[in-house]
């Protein structure tokens, strides 16, 4: 299993990003698949998840409204956008496998994309 996690960068507030996770060494279109995000000293939290088919979304309170999850399973890619964007949103972004059921991931396999809001 592998991601690469990518789309991160520096961001005045207020503004947008798409991240992007291209995935590997797996059945992509048999998993649903979420992005989290992790502050050093803070637990990961769960940012948004989507089904196989990307019939159903969830999102964390914090950024619903503001984030989109999506992806093409023909590309083997999941998206992230990000919009209105607030220095509270810096983090290190993950993507990830995961489970609709007992809603946790299925581990994290790539380095992750920074993603700094700051003026």
């Known amino acids: 299993v592998h991601f690469v996690e990518s789309g991160g960068g520096l961001v005045q507030p207020g503004g947008s990003l798409t991240l992007s996770c291209a995935a590997s060494g797996f059945t992509f279109s048999s ?3 979420s992005w989290y995000r992790q502050v050093p ?3 990961r ?3 948004a998840a989507i089904t196989i088919a990307g019939s159903s979304t969830k999102y964390a309170d914090s950024v619903k409204g503001r984030f989109t999850i ?4 023909a590309k083997n890619t ?3 956008q990000m919009n209105s964007l607030k220095p509270e949103d810096t ?3 993950h993507c990830a496998r995961y489970n609709w059921v007992t809603r ?16």
């Open 31 to 33: 998993y649903a698949m």
């Open 41 to 43: 000293g803070k637990e």
């Open 45 to 47: 939290e769960l940012v």
């Open 70 to 73: 999506s992806r093409d399973n």
């Open 78 to 80: 999941v998206y992230l």
């Open 91 to 93: 983090a290190v972004y």
């Open 104 to 119: 946790i991931s299925l581990g994290f396999w790539g380095q992750g994309t920074q993603v700094t809001v700051s003026s």
